[in-house]
């Protein structure tokens, strides 16, 4: 049975405001959670962007969810870093947490100074670091040359269980790479035809364990709130490969979203203000076989989103 869950916008929430939706979603029905991690929010209209991996600690002391979130190893974190993060946290809250690693993009890695790399080369340099984060996880002591360099790294809080290591994935070829060492895969809305491609692909190159969809979506009392809500905080993501993964700051996004229109927003968010719609919708994402869907209401303000979905929504999802 698909779990619904919500997603934690770093980029668009102060984290205490985040802390407190989040412990609301778990009050609404909201089975579990996930969060970005990112250093620059997308837009300035957006306007924030916490540190994850703090936020996380209180996130799960302070509910009883299950948590995971997207990050990037081998810049901004170098992988021993990153792997001790992650082993604090599932020793802390076991089988609690995962993480889905990622190559990155460019408006969070570019603060090293370091020159960002091609795409193929971040494929790699991602690959290098999966394995030297495992490795650690499981205890033990990892040297690496390559791509990313480790030095005799041990890990001295050794998790039981693992954290598990998805993939993100947003198009067939990373779908059908990442099922080599991915456990599971996380993908975002997409049209259903290419979203049960993506399935097809991550199962039929043997990709593994449990796939999610992050659903980013607006929802109002009224449709031309919700739109205008999606244009405004949504805009600056539309943008497909090589754009969204290279351009390096909030005002270049800001810049060349100008011209985004409410139709062009539409293609990357759900928007309706009628529940029912929405509860379809998910109910056609379910069908297509996510063991998990979080939904991230793109608004600033969560609360309503939060009652208005964990009172009319969940309960006729479960019930199908």
């Known amino acids: 049975m698909t779990r619904y869950g919500i997603h934690a916008s770093h980029e668009q929430i102060p984290?205490?405001?985040?802390?407190?939706?989040?412990?609301?979603?778990?009050?609404?029905?909201?089975?579990?959670?996930?969060?970005s991690d990112h250093f620059s929010p997308w837009s300035s209209r957006q306007g924030h962007s916490a540190y994850s991996w703090s936020w996380l600690g209180a996130a799960l002391a302070t509910t009883g969810l299950t948590f995971g979130t997207v990050s990037a190893p081998g810049q901004r974190y170098h992988p021993a870093v990153l792997a001790q993060a992650i082993g604090t946290l599932g020793s802390m809250f076991p089988g609690r947490f995962w993480v889905a690693l990622g190559s990155g993009e460019a408006s969070n890695e570019h603060i090293t100074g370091e020159r960002w790399p091609r795409k193929e080369v971040r494929t790699r340099r991602l690959e290098e670091c999966v394995e030297v984060i495992r490795r650690l996880l499981e205890g033990e002591e990892v040297s690496h040359d390559g791509?990313?360099?480790?030095d005799r790294a041990r890990l001295w809080e050794v998790p039981e269980p693992r954290p598990r290591l998805a993939a993100p994935a947003v198009s067939l070829p990373s779908a059908s790479r990442v099922a080599a060492w991915g456990e599971g895969m996380v993908t975002v809305n997409q049209p259903?035809?290419?979203l049960r491609r993506m399935i097809d692909a991550y199962r039929g190159a043997g990709g593994s364990?449990?796939?999610a969809l992050q659903v980013h979506l607006?929802?109002?009392?009224?449709?031309?709130?919700?739109?205008?809500?999606?244009?405004?905080?949504?805009?600056s993501n539309v943008f497909a490969e090589p754009v969204c993964w290279d351009t390096e700051t909030a005002e270049g996004f800001?810049?060349?979203?100008?011209?985004?229109?409410?139709?062009?927003?539409r293609t990357v968010v759900d928007v309706?203000?009628?529940?029912?719609?929405?509860?379809?919708r998910l109910r056609?994402?379910?069908?297509?076989?996510?063991?998990?869907?979080?939904l991230h209401h793109v608004g600033q303000s969560q609360a309503a989103f939060i009652d208005a979905f964990g009172e009319q929504v969940l309960p006729k999802l479960r019930a199908a």
């Open 147 to 150: 791509l990313v360099t480790v």
């Open 15 to 35: 984290p205490a405001q985040l802390l407190a939706d989040v412990q609301r979603a778990e009050q609404a029905g909201f089975e579990v959670a996930m969060c």
């Open 192 to 194: 259903l035809e290419q």
């Open 209 to 211: 364990g449990a796939i």
């Open 218 to 235: 607006s929802w109002a009392p009224t449709a031309t709130e919700a739109e205008a809500i999606a244009h405004d905080q949504w805009r």
């Open 254 to 265: 800001d810049a060349i979203s100008e011209g985004v229109t409410p139709e062009q927003v």
């Open 272 to 280: 309706s203000s009628d529940l029912e719609w929405h509860c379809d």
């Open 284 to 294: 056609a994402y379910a069908d297509l076989g996510f063991d998990e869907i979080y």
